[in-house]
DNA sequence: CCGCTCCTTCTACACCTGTAGAGGGCAGTA
DNA sequence: TACTGCCCTCTACAGGTGTAGAAGGAGCGG
């Protein structure tokens, strides 16, 4: 992907998480990005292509990610989950936007199976996950990671949609950083049976 | 809202689920609802209220729904996990095109602030699980129902886009149900501390 | 029977979107 | 200088979409 591929696809994946999968249009993109009318029309001829380019733009800064989660270090169940911590709580607020991007492709995945192979998101924090899990004596790393991703990631997307309940925590704050903690914490204990 | 808006508002409910909100269009919802063109546009004059009668027609039926988690038994971990994967199983097969429709809607909700007063979705599974959690024993119903929710919605979204490990079991399957089953139960146990 | 009201269907029209292709400038090369 | 290839910008146009309002018709009180 070209450089200037990638400035329109950074543009549309804003677009996308402000205005929604509905707001995701050529013009759109343009405008957003700053260019010249007809611009995102040309790198990204049809509008398949442009979501297509979301997607990959989406995977490709994931994987570009340095998830340091404190390897090396006498492993344990509180540092795990505070690191775990520190990524989710990342995924809320600095990567807020991409977060949402990447729901709405997932949903758009939905309907549209061939971007499920690009959007393997979550594919190299899981591995790590089932790593650390496996270290800390999981007794199936495989599944156990897998429901531990799903359990951050519904954490994440509940509180994002603000679908929570009444009174939910504005996010960023301290006290909903120290809440999210202490539930990864919980739900690491849970899923490892200890 | 009447039986008409109701029929159209299903429609809809359809359409979201299986084109995004992308096809949500009036004629799309004609179409589908096999009335006469024009006649979405009459009900819901504008896109914006079409909108929020498919939010408002998913807010009716999840109220309506009946959730029996097996109250006045003695009540254990293993049941209350049986009952919560119940009531989540069928919202990944039966109820499939609901719970799409849902989280498109939660995600529009983003940048809509007036849909989320209407899609205080989980409000009363939410209500019940606190109330149960705390016949548990739990020691902060309001925050670990909340947990165990948005855990449960994790474990739904992973599921339904497909976004899970490679070689996903296929929902529906008894495996599934079984492997369900014992996520919630592992959860449960994490976020009651037990 | 008339007239009224409400529900439904039909139609018009401005605007938005996707998509294609024509032009225009700017290297680098002979 | 002329040429060639490339990247970028501009414009056209068919079709879809949102929205409003007119037309039709069934039921009902007078």
Redesign the interface.
């Known amino acids: 992907m070209t450089e200037r591929m990638a400035a329109l696809a950074d543009a549309a994946i804003h677009v996308v998480a ?5 707001g995701l249009t050529h013009r759109a993109v343009d405008a957003e990005a700053g260019v010249p009318p007809g611009s995102t029309s040309a790198y990204f001829r049809t509008r398949k292509a442009l979501v297509e380019g979301v997607v990959q733009r989406l995977a490709d800064l994931d994987n570009a990610e340095v998830v340091d989660a404190g390897r090396n270090l006498p492993l344990d169940l509180d540092l795990l989950a505070e690191g775990a911590a520190n990524v989710f709580d990342r995924w809320m607020s600095t990567a807020r936007e991409r977060t ?1 991007a990447r ?2 492709c ?6 549209h199976p061939e971007l ?1 192979g690009i ?4 594919e190299r924090p ?1 591995a790590q996950m089932r790593e650390l899990l496996a270290e800390l004596g999981a007794e199936d790393p ?3 990671s ?2 531990l ?7 994440v ?10 009174g ?1 925590p504005t996010p960023g704050t301290p006290e909903s950083r120290a ?1 999210l903690t202490a ?1 990864i914490r ?6 490892l ?1 200890k």
Chains 1, 2 share one sequence.
């Open positions: 402000t205005k929604g999968m509905r949402l729901y709405a997932l949903l758009e995945a939905t309907h499920r959007l393997a998101h979550g899981r495989e599944t156990q897998r429901d991703v799903a359990f951050l990631d519904g954490l997307f509940d509180r994002l949609v603000g679908a929570g309940a009444l939910a809440e539930a919980a739900a690491l204990r849970g899923v049976g």
